[in-house]
């Protein structure tokens, strides 16, 4: 398993930016990719932006061209710049990691991954119109 811990959120008036971070623990040898996830209330976890193993990320069409998601494999840490922050982007912001893929299995420590997913507990960030 992997433990995730966000950090980062905040208040912010609309215009402005924030920097996410997602510090990975645990067996993230096996982490095939990660990404940040949203949620308001009454509302569907959406995708906000993660990798790919294209190497190229996906973002939700909203936030393309706004947000940059980022990544430093010595320590582990994900991140996620948000620009040009909207009051409607107002959620909690879970970090997800997927440890092996379907096609691919990763084997660490005696356990064994194949796509299996962790998540965060969030990170609230609210956009002051």
């Known amino acids: 398993q992997v433990q995730l811990v966000e950090s980062g959120g905040g208040l912010v008036q609309a215009g402005g930016s924030l920097r996410l971070s997602c510090a990975a623990s645990g067996d993230t040898i096996c982490i095939s990719d990660m990404g940040w996830y949203r949620q308001a209330p009454g509302e569907e976890r959406e995708l906000v932006a993660r990798?790919?193993?294209?190497?190229?990320?996906d973002y939700a069409d909203s936030v393309k061209g706004r947000f940059t998601i980022s990544g430093d494999n010595a320590s582990n840490t994900v991140y996620l710049q948000m620009n040009t922050l909207k009051p409607e982007e107002t959620a909690d912001y879970y970090c997800?990691?997927?440890?092996?893929?379907?096609?691919?299995?990763?084997?660490?420590?005696?356990?064994?991954?194949?796509?299996?997913?962790?998540w965060g507990k969030g990170t609230p960030v609210t956009v002051s119109s």
């Open positions: 990798s790919t193993s294209g190497g190229m990320p």
């Open positions: 997800n990691a997927r440890l092996g893929t379907v096609q691919t299995m990763c084997r660490v420590g005696g356990r064994n991954y194949y796509g299996v997913t962790f």
